[in-house]
Structure formats: structure tokens, C-alpha cells
């Protein structure tokens, strides 16, 4: 579908930003009667063009719903981008018989799009790994009423409407409060300007740096044991005699000969296995 689709060009420059969202406004909206017989000729005859006017006649949702996460300081154009890809997913995924409008349904992959593309790129919530830590940084501002730091109350409340400890809360408000500091010179400063960033003893010790470390050793330890403990106690040996002996880890022949089956089911055993740990390790 997306091959041959042609979308209007989207960058990052003001004057075709705004060019881009007029044009994207000129498209005409689609009545629900259009909506379903476009969206069975694209189920029922993969019509590509019937895929392109479903797509081009939502854009304009994608723009408003980007413009409500501009307050991350990522470019607009960015966002539409990634929203015009979750646009495309629903597309693609819309069920005319459902009798639901294409607009709910493709809100939230437009939203898990963007979503992914703002935690893959803003560096503050790199280590905001689980669902609830999520559903925090993207809630946070909206609940708040004002500028104003939360009371140890408001915090508490947060903090169980999102399911999340008060101390989330209140870090994460201070991570959002918090402001950059230049350690690189400006242009103005001149040639005799100097750069604060290269006095670092250390270009690790950056605290995000530090806190993704520490995410990441506990992931390795305390995690890799918990999903280890998912597995039956075939599985976990051989992953552990072929993986984590670093000293004299087993071969496929050795572990084929001790279960008395062939080293192709070990390997089989083995991929099995593996799959299980990446999903059991993977971010929620």
C-alpha cells in the first residue's frame, strides 16, 4: 500500500510545514458511506487508491493529534511523520464491517506511533521502561492544573490514578521542571570561548548515563533470573551450560548426548528458549 502511495512533502522548514498542513486541510472528509465502500474495495480487491483517499482524508486528524505533544521538543514535522505511519497501519487494518468510523479506530495507532518515536528520541525518559512509567510521562502535564510544583497530596493521587509510587511522580515533574544548561560554546562567545563540557573527568558519568546503567545491570541480573525462572528445567540448562558457562560452555553434541535426542532438537530446545527470555526482557 505505502509503495505506490504518494503523500504530500512534509519538512521540517516552517514555510512547508505550513504548506503542508493547508494542503492536508483541503482534502475533503469523507462520508461514512465513502469510508466503508473505500474501505471494502481495499479489503476485498486491495485497491490501492481506495487506500490513498481513506489515508489522505485523515491527515488532518494526524496534525491536530501531533500538535498536542509539540510541548516535548521534538519537531512538528517529526511527529506528523510518525503519526502519518500509524495512520497507514489502521488503514491498512480498518474493518468497513465493524460499523466503527476509521477516525476512532486509527486514533490510537497514530498515538502509539508518535508515542514510540518520542521515547525511542527524548533523552529524559530513556529509562521510562515500564507501562506505568509511560502512562506518567505522557499523563503528567495534562493532569496537572498549572505551573505550579504538586503538593505532597496532588503527588499521592497521581500516583495512584496512574498506578505508579509518589516518588515517580515527583521525579518525573522534576526531570520535566528541570532546565538544560549550554556546555558547549555559543557562536557570540568568540574565539577565546571555551567549552565547560571538555573540564568532564568523565564523558560516562552523565546522570542519565548512570541511571541507564543502573537499569540496565538490574535487567541483567535480577531480570535475566526471573525470566530464566519461566523456563521448564530442560530448557534452562541448556541455555545456561551453552550461554552462561563462560569458562567451558557445552556444545550441542554434549547436551544432545547427556538428554539422549539429537543436537538438532538441543538447537531447537535452544531457539525456543531464547525467544522466551527476549520476550520475558522485553520493555513492557
Known amino acids: 500500500m505505502t509503495a505506490t502511495m504518494s503523500l504530500p512533502v512534509l519538512s521540517n522548514h516552517a514555510t512547508s510545514l505550513e504548506s503542508y498542513i493547508h494542503t492536508v486541510n483541503s482534502y475533503p472528509i469523507l462520508s461514512q458511506e465513502?469510508?466503508?465502500?473505500?474501505?471494502?474495495?481495499?479489503?476485498?480487491?486491495?485497491?490501492?487508491?481506495?487506500?490513498?483517499?481513506?489515508?489522505?482524508?485523515?491527515?488532518?486528524?494526524?496534525?491536530?493529534?501531533?500538535?498536542k505533544y509539540i510541548g516535548y521538543?521534538?519537531?512538528?514535522?517529526?511527529?506528523?511523520?510518525?503519526?502519518?505511519?500509524?495512520?497507514?497501519?489502521?488503514?491498512?487494518?480498518f474493518d468497513?464491517?465493524?460499523?466503527?468510523?476509521?477516525?476512532?479506530?486509527?486514533m490510537h495507532?497514530?498515538?502509539?506511533?508518535?508515542?514510540?518515536?518520542?521515547l525511542r528520541n527524548w533523552r529524559m525518559v530513556k529509562i521510562a521502561t515500564t507501562k506505568?512509567?509511560?502512562?506518567?510521562?505522557?499523563?503528567?502535564?495534562?493532569?496537572?492544573?498549572?505551573?505550579?510544583?504538586?503538593t505532597q497530596g496532588e503527588a499521592l493521587q497521581m500516583a495512584q490514578d496512574l498506578g505508579v509510587r509518589r516518588e515517580e511522580v515527583l521525579?518525573?515533574?522534576?526531570?520535566?521542571?528541570?532546565?538544560?544548561?549550554a556546555l558547549d560554546p555559543t557562536m557570540e562567545d568568540g574565539e577565546e570561548g571555551f567549552s565547560p563540557i571538555s573540564w568532564l573527568s568523565d564523558p560516562e558519568a552523565e546522570p542519565t548515563q548512570?541511571?541507564?546503567?543502573?537499569?540496565?545491570?538490574?535487567?541483567?541480573?535480577?531480570?535475566?533470573?526471573?525470566?530464566?525462572?519461566?523456563?521448564?528445567?530442560?530448557s534452562r540448562h541448556i541455555i545456561e551450560a551453552r550461554w552462561l558457562n563462560e569458562e567451558n560452555p557445552a556444545t550441542l553434541h554434549e547436551l544432545a548426548a547427556q538428554y539422549t535426542i539429537s543436537a538438532e532438537r538441543v538447537r531447537q530446545i535452544e531457539n525456543k528458549a531464547i525467544q522466551k527470555l527476549r520476550l520475558a526482557l522485553a520493555p513492557v
Not at 474501505?39 to 490501492?48: P, Q, S
Not at 521525579?171 to 544548561?181: C, H, L, P
Open 34 to 67: 465513502e469510508e466503508t465502500e473505500l474501505g471494502h474495495r481495499l479489503r476485498d480487491y486491495n485497491d490501492v487508491d481506495a487506500a490513498g483517499r481513506l489515508v489522505m482524508s485523515h491527515l488532518r486528524v494526524v496534525v491536530s493529534i501531533a500538535r
Open 73 to 93: 521538543g521534538l519537531p512538528q514535522a517529526d511527529l506528523i511523520q510518525e503519526g502519518n505511519i500509524g495512520l497507514m497501519k489502521a488503514v491498512k487494518r
Open 96 to 106: 468497513p464491517d465493524r460499523g466503527v468510523r476509521l477516525v476512532s479506530f486509527a
Open 109 to 118: 495507532w497514530i498515538k502509539a506511533e508518535i508515542h514510540e518515536y518520542i
Open 132 to 150: 506505568g512509567q509511560r502512562k506518567l510521562f505522557f499523563n503528567l502535564r495534562s493532569l496537572k492544573q498549572d505551573s505550579t510544583s504538586l
Open 171 to 181: 521525579e518525573m515533574e522534576t526531570r520535566f521542571s528541570g532546565q538544560d544548561v
Open 210 to 234: 548512570i541511571l541507564e546503567r543502573a537499569a540496565q545491570e538490574h535487567l541483567s541480573s535480577v531480570g535475566l533470573r526471573d525470566a530464566l525462572d519461566q523456563l521448564d528445567d530442560r
